[in-house]
């Protein structure tokens, strides 16, 4: 069974902090994607990332793909209170998605 | 892009009943798609993976008899929770691949069941 860590759980920062949300396996993936889940919603796909050490962006987002492939990180900066929300890390592997325990984040304005 | 259409997206029924929910793939062939439970604040966890065309393959601990999967055809996979109760109350998810599985899975709105 592969296990995906994600952390913090739980992360309530003020408008204009960043922030940095770690998923951490020790298990190789193929990729490992980013979702944002809102309330009473299927999780949206936010960036897959598939090269070991790559970076990529997304406005305010930076995600990065650990040089080994079992680990990766998301970072915000200058949160906003549209931020706000239940984030997914999910590990790909033999066809299959392993999520994490997801960081639920909560921007105050 | 690519969209998953899943109804309904609010039930309730009675303790004993059964309850279907069904996945379509709008603009793509799935031959695979997969199907989730989420419970409040807690993260997805696969159920069972459906295969177009055969038996689906559900994960250590779900029962089988009782979350029944069909998948007929290439755009529609069921789930249909079989005498439900008040315990199976969860979101249910379903998702889909397309193109090559590392870079493209999209999920459906959700289901939320309740079983009073």
């Known amino acids: 069974t592969q296990l995906l860590e994600q952390s913090p759980q739980f992360l309530s920062i003020q408008e204009g902090e960043n922030l940095t949300v770690y998923c951490n396996s020790s298990s190789v993936f193929s990729s490992l994607q980013w979702y944002r889940q809102e309330p009473g919603e299927g999780p949206v796909l936010l960036v897959t990332?598939?090269?070991?050490?790559e970076v990529k962006k997304l406005k305010r987002l930076t995600f990065q793909f650990g040089d080994a492939r079992k680990d990766s990180s998301l970072h915000i900066t200058a949160a906003q209170p549209g931020d706000t929300g239940l984030y997914l890390c999910a590990g790909n592997a033999g066809n299959m998605l392993t999520f994490g325990g997801g960081t639920r984040l909560m921007v105050k304005p | 892009g690519a969209v998953v259409s899943q109804h309904p997206s609010r039930v309730i029924c009675k303790s004993g009943t059964s309850v279907k929910i069904e996945c379509r793939s709008l603009d793509f062939q799935a031959t695979t798609m997969f199907w989730y439970r989420q419970f409040p604040k807690q993260s997805l966890m696969l159920m069972a993976t459906s295969n177009e065309g055969s038996k689906a393959t559900y994960e250590q601990g779900v029962e089988k008899d009782k979350f029944l999967i069909n998948h007929a055809s290439l755009t529609l996979s069921t789930l249909t929770v079989t005498s439900a109760h008040p315990e199976d109350s969860s979101f249910y998810i379903c998702?889909?691949?397309?193109?090559?599985?590392?870079?493209?899975?999209?999920f459906g709105s959700g289901t939320r069941l309740t079983v009073v």
């Open positions: 998702s889909a691949h397309y193109g090559t599985p590392n870079y493209g899975y999209t």
């Open positions: 990332v598939v090269t070991g050490g």
